[in-house]
């Protein structure tokens, strides 16, 4: 659904970045896991225990042909039957964009773990603006296509997007990373909302200090 | 107890190991009691001298303990040498496998067909048996072996019920499952189709009211009719179009009668008649109605996730897209009762148009699946890797 067939030598970026806020030992959700590029990268350098819900029949296969937990199933209808707290944490790497249902998805990922990894294409930055702004289209993410219809997010929205979404869904972010770039917390969503073409955000329930 | 003192060879060739007497009855779910139990099994591979590499392979309704090799009463080859075997999925160079023919089969476990205590046949007299207590004549088979654990419980259909009863009777016992073209309950529909089948039997005169082999006689029209309709359910409309759509049988044009003018007709007459020569009627009664009686929720105040709870065992689902036998929907509502009870789950659907009978067809995806499911499941053990012996 993400990765085509032979691309699973490249470790992903928004991969890496997402790994570095999962612990050894924690029990993860990878929500679209793909054909398990994440969880093994999250098994092998995190020492994490990952489990995968993926709706494409292929990716579940190869998943479980490489010895990896993995459930077909649909995000936007299968999420309501897992417990409450089951996870330390849950991902959805490229996937919120994706989702027919994305604020039910992060409502149900925010109550099935203790914090919700996210990353995403952000569409709040400076060159999507700038070219919005002088050409009257929107701009493409990708750097192997510009048509608006082949290729990007089915939802795109900026990090400030996300923010108010997670808001919505009782989550404050603890984290921002910038895929292939630093990290920061919520005081860096204004710049980064700017600068990054990617992000990672890290989340918590509840209110974050001085919200 | 020497489990080799219990163990009887009978005249046919087949093993077989006694799990009752009357001192200690065998324990049913109808409340009653059998004095005199024996389960006829097959194993495969060497037992680990840690005794960590047993897998149990438990076998659908109409087949028998020979799932590796070939039978030597009826001479039919190994039913599922896709699966089990040297470099199969279950590797028989690294596991240990035991099948064992279930409780009322006809393969030389206690059943219908067999004599009771007092030397006349059970017939219908046998006592009505369920899914658990197959798994606890398993189980009482695994125990006189002196067996304790099982790192893979594996079945298909029937099989696959009794792999999940295995995980809820001994959760403690088994380090992994894999369920296969199953449900956590009978369906309407299955429970119906059976019905169609047991009415035809009984309604053979040969049935004799279940004494048929005291009378001399076999129920072989009801028992072939019984296995047609059924047979029909395991396939899928794509296949059957695919195979058979309405060509004609060895001939040109219709015969305006009731002869096998299509290619399906003559198909299912032949699954009936090479069926009745090595399945005994009243077992399949008896297979059928603990099918029929098979619903894990109901046991467990109507919720499903209850009956997994705290279950340690990790599970691999499969189901074939094209199965209306027991529907990926089913499976999806199993597994979705995995998940709520918080078990290490996987579920594979496989696309096919094979129906609810492609787990004994070759299915590259299947294999690799299972095969990538029991290697990391193994690995988890500690047990040794594939090719590593």
């Known amino acids: 659904m993400k990765s085509g067939p032979g691309t699973h030598q490249i470790r992903r970026a928004d991969h890496v970045a997402i790994s570095q806020f999962i612990n050894p030992g924690e029990l993860v959700l990878d929500v679209g896991c793909g054909d398990g590029q994440l969880m093994e990268l999250l098994q092998v350098e995190r020492q994490a225990r990952a489990r995968g819900l993926e709706v494409e029949s292929a990716g579940v296969n190869r998943c479980v042909a490489k010895g990896l937990a993995v459930v077909q199933g649909d995000a936007d209808h299968d999420l309501p039957v897992y417990p409450d707290n089951a996870y330390d944490a849950a991902v959805l790497s490229k996937t919120v964009q994706e989702l027919a249902r994305p604020k039910f998805v992060l409502g149900e990922l925010a109550r099935i773990a203790r914090k919700v990894i996210v990353s995403f294409r952000n569409y709040g930055h400076w060159r999507v603006r700038a070219a919005l702004l002088t050409t009257g289209r ?24 996300m923010a108010d979404l997670a808001r919505e869904v009782g989550l404050h972010i603890t984290a921002i990373a910038a895929v ?19 992000l990672v955000f890290v989340m918590e329930r509840g209110a974050a200090a001085g919200e | ?87 199969r999925p279950v590797d028989t160079d690294r596991f240990y496998v035991i099948c064992s023919n279930i409780l009322g089969g006809c393969m030389g476990t206690t059943g219908p067909a067999s004599k009771r205590p007092d030397g006349s046949f059970w017939g219908t007299d046998f006592p009505v048996i369920t899914v ?32 999940l009863e295995w995980t809820i009777q001994a959760p403690d016992r088994v ?38 082999i005291a009378a ?21 409309e794509s296949a059957l179009k695919r195979k058979f759509d309405r060509r004609l049988q060895d001939r040109t044009s219709k ?120 290697d990391a499941a193994a690995e988890a053990r500690g047990l040794a890797k594939r090719g590593s012996l």
Not at chain 1, 180 to 198: C, F, I, K, Q, V
Not at chain 2, 179 to 205: C, H, K, L, T, W
Not at chain 2, 255 to 263: M, S, V
């Open chain 2, 255 to 374: 015969t305006f009668g009731f002869d096998a003018d299509f290619q399906i007709e003559s198909y299912l007459r032949h699954q009936g008649q090479i069926f009745v020569d090595r399945f005994d009627a009243n077992s399949y009664l008896y297979i059928t109605r603990a099918m029929d009686y098979f619903d894990i929720a109901a046991d467990h105040a109507g919720q499903l996730a209850n009956a997994f709870r705290g279950i340690k065992t990790r599970f691999c689902v499969f189901s074939f897209s094209s199965d209306w036998h027991y529907t990926p929907e089913e499976a999806r509502d199993l597994v979705r009762a995995l998940n709520a009870a918080g078990c290490e789950t996987s579920y594979v659907s496989i696309d096919t148009d094979k129906g609810h009978d492609a787990f004994f067809v070759e299915e590259p995806e299947f294999e690799a699946a299972m095969t990538g499911f029991i």
């Open chain 1, 138 to 161: 929107v701009p493409s993410l990708s750097s192997s296509s510009s048509d608006w219809w082949s290729d990007g997010a089915r939802r795109p929205c900026s990090a400030r997007d």
């Open chain 1, 180 to 198: 292939g770039g630093g990290t920061g917390d919520h005081s860096s969503l204004t710049r980064l909302n700017w600068t990054a073409e990617e």
């Open chain 2, 1 to 87: 107890m020497s489990s080799q003192a219990l163990t009887l060879s009978g005249t046919d060739g087949l093993r077989r190991l006694s799990i009752a007497s009357p001192d200690q009855p065998f324990q049913l779910d109808s409340g009653r009691r059998l004095d005199q139990v024996e389960i006829a099994y097959e194993t495969w591979g060497k037992l680990s001298p840690t005794r960590d590499n047993v897998v149990i392979v438990c076998h659908a309704l109409t087949l028998d303990q020979f799932a590796a090799s070939p039978n030597p009463v009826t001479g039919r080859p190994a039913w599922w040498p896709t699966v089990v075997g040297p470099g």
């Open chain 2, 216 to 236: 001399g006689t076999r129920p072989d029209r009801g028992l072939a009719v019984a296995r047609m309709a059924a047979h029909i359910t395991y396939l899928s």
């Open chain 2, 132 to 163: 658990a207590d197959m798994v606890r004549a398993q189980i009482a088979l695994l125990d006189g072996l002196e067996i304790k654990d099982v790192f893979l419980a594996v079945g298909g259909s029937i099989g696959g019920m009794q792999v």
């Open chain 2, 175 to 212: 380090f992994a499952a894999i369920p296969i073209a199953v449900a956590a309950r009978q369906s309407a529909q299955n429970i119906g189709f059976y019905e169609v089948g047991r009415q035809a039997i009984m309604a053979d005169p040969n049935w004799k009211n279940g004494a048929y």
